[in-house]
């Protein structure tokens, strides 16, 4: 017995020095890609037209929601498998003032925010949650998808969504158009966008942007870019209003491609308090410290086969029988 | 044969017996309830018969059918533990039973899984380099898991091959069992603590009372081994009873004490992570959460009580009592990680729908359906020298 269990002990030894020997510092977030581009979202500027929402829904082929006879229109409360971007409105008591926290009201954009360190990339089995290595595009390929939803499950900002009504289903998300690129177009929310509320742009650009709007004092006069960022100019004249003082997307979780500013909190927006360092950087270290090189298992395997031998040795016609 | 029986009084005998009972009728018909839902789902799709939703696409055929389904099958695991690298010979005649039970808790797991997964057809971009995506925790816990169900029947095949040709074939796998017997021991290790990882990506949309980061993974294989052992009291007790055999009470009791260390770990483990992450307040708040929490708590610390004293580990009702709560207590603790405490925001909901009960109560049917005829079939069971013949 006493023999056995040092064996034992060998055996787990070794596998703790094989894990030991392999590579167990921390991943790290991951960083920006050199092409990165995104949104940024504008919720003072908003004004809850939706016509992001109905544009996307043409750009991507998504077929209306919750139409009834009474309201025969595309009407998304949410993000679904049928949609890809969606304006939510936060309300407080009167609804009196636009982006004011108390007796105020606000609107915010939900759709993929393009991870830096994205989540549903970590968590895909199979590669098909794609981070392309230089736009930063969070793609999704249906043909390598097993829809086990651990994607869906896995997004701090409840983005992947997943078609439940049918046999033969997908995960839904925005793809920041990027099929109508070659068109020379982009995310048809931010072509559409008529306040400019939503941009697009490389990552450089929307930081840019972002600092020029925070250095200004509000009610100030300035102009408000609309479409692309560093595209045809469509600006038009505006009056700098006041943000709270923290950019959405800048630092959560390694940070994000698109960016929000806006008027009140994000906690009221439902965008959650989140830390700087990635959940994808936390569970990818473990798995690595654990089964880098595969160095510990193939070690807790071979003193495992090793003692194993040995005690089956008496047993030689049929160990599990006598 | 008095003499035969003496010398073999452990070799495996089939027990024989009737197949079609009410017992196993009724059984059959829960299993084909559940396969008439599940063909619907293929038909329909997974909205049709179940309640999932974005705020909760892991049902409890996730929940229950694979995690927790696969933690009670680990009674092969952990019997293979003490058998063959602790060498204690005295657990060998319940590692072929518990082996049994764990192949169908595992394959029946591995079936969950198919159903559960939306784009099935794609199941086997699992094991081609070209998808592989290694860095998932769910890409681990799918190959292991599928490793370990051939690992098992290859384990389990001796027992099948008992016509007269298969003795050569028989032979050579013995041979090599030892491999194999290894491989079902690092598999399970590394599927079960992954489970427990499966959690850490999820970050923030876990409960603090079961966000424990590293120390899930450690969590997840202790009561696995734990849930693995309490199996194997459960259904050697049940055996007994239903098939009116002795009871092994004292080779349960030498278990039980085993089982009580590893327990009383596993508490310092859980409860020291807990302050350690100052989480235990949580416990405190008047929230469904502490409420559950309490609930899994007490069916481990109920058990450390019931088997702490030699006596007391002696009585068969103590062990089964014990076993019946740590069986409870790893289900509450992957239920309320992965259902109770996974908070995804304010709005979703989820509770199991009816066709989504009747698959996993059909599904645990179909798996005693298949050890009741599989026991009477084949020898997996120690003949006993009392047994009427």
């Known amino acids: 017995m006493t023999m056995d269990r040092r064996n034992f002990l060998k055996a787990g030894a070794a596998a703790a020095a094989g894990a030991a020997a392999c590579p167990a510092r921390a991943r790290g977030n991951k960083t920006l890609p050199p092409g990165a581009v995104g949104l940024l979202f504008d919720s003072t500027l908003c004004i809850g037209c939706k016509a992001c929402v109905s544009a996307c829904k043409e750009a991507n082929g998504m077929p209306p929601e919750n139409v009834t006879s009474d309201a025969p229109w595309d009407a998304p409360l949410d993000l679904s498998g049928k949609t890809l971007n969606v304006i939510k409105v936060y309300r407080d008591g009167t609804a009196a003032q636009k982006d004011r926290e108390t007796d105020g009201f606000a609107f915010v954009k939900k759709s993929c925010l393009h991870c830096v360190d994205a989540s549903c990339v970590s968590a895909c089995p199979v590669k098909a949650m794609k981070k392309d290595e230089l736009t930063g595009v969070v793609s999704y390929d249906k043909n390598a998808c097993i829809g086990c939803r651990y994607c869906v499950a896995a997004c701090p900002f409840g983005v992947p969504r997943f078609t439940y009504d049918t046999p033969v289903p997908q995960i839904s998300k925005c793809q920041l158009c990027q099929h109508r690129w070659s068109q020379g177009r982009y995310a048809a929310c931010a072509e559409v966008c008529p306040t400019g509320a939503t941009l697009f742009g490389t990552v450089a650009d929307i930081r840019q942007e972002v600092a020029r709007r925070r250095a200004l004092k509000p009610g100030e006069a300035t102009v408000f870019p609309r479409g692309r960022l560093g595209g045809a100019d469509q600006s038009y004249p505006g009056t700098a209003s006041q943000y709270v003082d923290h950019v959405y997307g800048e630092k959560e979780l390694g940070g994000t491609q698109m960016m929000l500013l806006a008027g009140v909190s994000f906690d009221k927006l439902g965008y959650p308090k989140l830390p700087n360092e990635s959940f994808a950087s936390t569970s990818e270290t473990l798995q690595h410290t654990l089964y880098g090189g595969l160095v510990a298992p193939l070690a807790l395997l071979g003193g495992l086969t090793l003692i194993a031998k040995r005690n089956v040795k008496d047993h030689e016609e049929d160990p599990h029988g006598e | ?389």
């Open chain 2, 1 to 389: 044969m008095a003499s035969d029986a003496t010398l073999h009084a452990h070799a495996p005998r089939p027990l024989g017996g009737p197949l079609v009972t009410p017992v196993t009728v009724v059984l059959a018909l829960l299993a084909v309830g559940a396969f008439a839902v599940l063909a619907v789902r293929m038909v329909f799709g997974l909205g049709a018969v179940t309640n999932l939703n974005d705020g909760y696409p892991w049902g409890i055929w996730i929940v229950y059918d694979v995690m927790i389904g696969s933690a009670f099958a680990c009674g092969g695991y952990a019997m293979a533990l003490l058998a063959y690298i602790f060498n204690r010979g005295e657990y060998h005649p319940l590692v072929r039973p518990a082996l049994l039970a764990s192949l169908f808790g595992y394959t029946l797991a591995g079936i969950s899984i198919f159903f559960d997964l939306g784009r099935w057809w794609n199941f086997w971009h699992v094991f081609f380099p070209q998808y592989a995506q290694p860095n998932s925790v769910m890409f681990e816990v799918a190959l292991c898991v599928s490793a370990y169900v051939i690992v098992m029947w290859i384990e389990f095949a001796p027992a099948l091959m008992q016509g007269p040709g298969m003795a050569g074939i028989r032979r050579k796998l013995s041979r090599v069992l030892f491999f194999f017997i290894a491989l079902g021991l690092v598999l399970p290790t590394m599927h079960q603590s992954s489970l427990g990882s499966l959690m850490i990506v999820f970050g923030y949309q876990v409960h603090p009372l079961w966000q424990a980061g590293w120390l899930a993974p450690l969590e997840y294989l202790m009561t696995a081994i734990m849930l693995g052992w309490s199996a194997v009291i459960f259904e050697a007790t049940m055996s007994a009873v239903g098939f009116r055999r002795r009871l092994e009470t004292p080779v349960l009791a030498g278990l039980c004490r085993i089982l009580w260390g590893l327990l009383a770990a596993y508490l310092a483990v859980r409860i020291g992570d807990l302050v350690f992450r100052g989480a235990l307040a949580h416990a405190f708040a008047p929230s469904v959460q502490a409420l559950w929490f309490w609930a899994e708590m007490a069916c481990f610390v109920v058990p450390l009580a019931l088997i702490a004293t030699r006596e007391a580990r002696r009585s068969p009702a103590r062990q089964f009592l014990a076993a019946v709560l740590l069986m409870l207590g790893g289900m509450l603790l992957r239920i309320n990680g992965f259902l109770v405490g996974y908070m995804t925001g304010p709005g979703w909901s989820y509770f199991p729908s009816l066709p989504e009960l009747l698959v996993t109560v059909g599904l645990i049917a179909f798996e005693v359906l298949a050890y009741i005829v599989i026991v009477r079939k084949f020898p997996v069971l120690p003949a006993e020298p009392a047994a009427a013949h």
